[in-house]
């Protein structure tokens, strides 16, 4: 064998056994094997999944005239009532969120009930303020009198809105306490007299 060959056989050699020093120091630092390292893998998710709310909400309502009337003006009214909902995080940014609601009175628009189940798109601004889009599906019905004749619109049918919630307790906007107000529509031109009706509520919700 050439002496170059010889040369470079030598070198790999010794390359090898460098290399085979190295990895046996790692794996048998201090004569005691050592495992391979693992780096945890945080996984994210919502720190309180399960919510519950309450609070007062204001309705809105219009529908058209009667027929004896068919050029007058529409029949507006608002009803106050309350609301309640209950919701669960399924990720850091959506929830799904049932609701009911109803209000009082006893002349116009006399009683108001809605029941819906929502998914809500959640965006989280800084650690004290959550804001949401909601879209759903619900019920609806509306008492209606005019004093001589009476009638109700029932109707189900997609509603959405959006809103806020505020930290209340220092926690973060999604644990403890919590501050929420927003706005919805729940009928668009719904049935022979087109009513519509829009929310707003506010209360407030606890995480559980």
């Not at 009337?69 to 799904?96: E, F, M, Q, S």
């Not at 879209?135 to 509306?142: A, K, M």
Request: hydrophobic share 40%; aromatic share 12%; charged share 20%.
């Amino acid at each position: 064998m050439r002496k170059r060959d010889r040369f470079v056989n030598k070198m790999m050699t010794g390359a090898v056994t460098v290399v085979g020093v190295l990895l046996g120091g790692v794996l048998y630092a201090g004569g005691k094997a050592v495992a391979p390292a693992t780096v945890p893998v945080a996984v994210v998710g919502p720190e309180r999944p399960f919510y519950l709310g309450a609070g007062l909400v204001g309705v809105y309502l219009r529908r058209d005239p009667c027929p004896c009337t068919p050029d007058g003006p529409d029949i507006k009214d608002t009803r106050y009532g309350g609301i309640v909902r209950a919701g669960w995080d399924l990720w850091p940014n959506l929830a799904v969120e049932l609701r009911a609601l109803q209000t009082y009175g006893d002349d116009v628009f006399s009683k108001t009930r809605h029941y819906g189940v929502y998914l809500r798109g959640n965006y989280d601004l800084g650690d004290r303020v959550n804001l949401y889009a909601l879209l759903g599906y619900g019920y609806t019905n509306i008492d209606y009198t005019n004093g001589i004749l009476s009638s109700t619109t029932s109707h189900n049918g997609l509603a959405y809105g959006a809103g806020m919630e505020l930290d209340l307790d220092g926690e973060g906007a999604h644990k403890g306490w919590g501050l929420f107000a927003d706005f919805s529509q729940i009928l668009k031109d719904a049935g022979a007299k087109h009513t519509d009706a829009n929310i707003l509520s506010t209360g407030v919700m606890y995480r559980f």
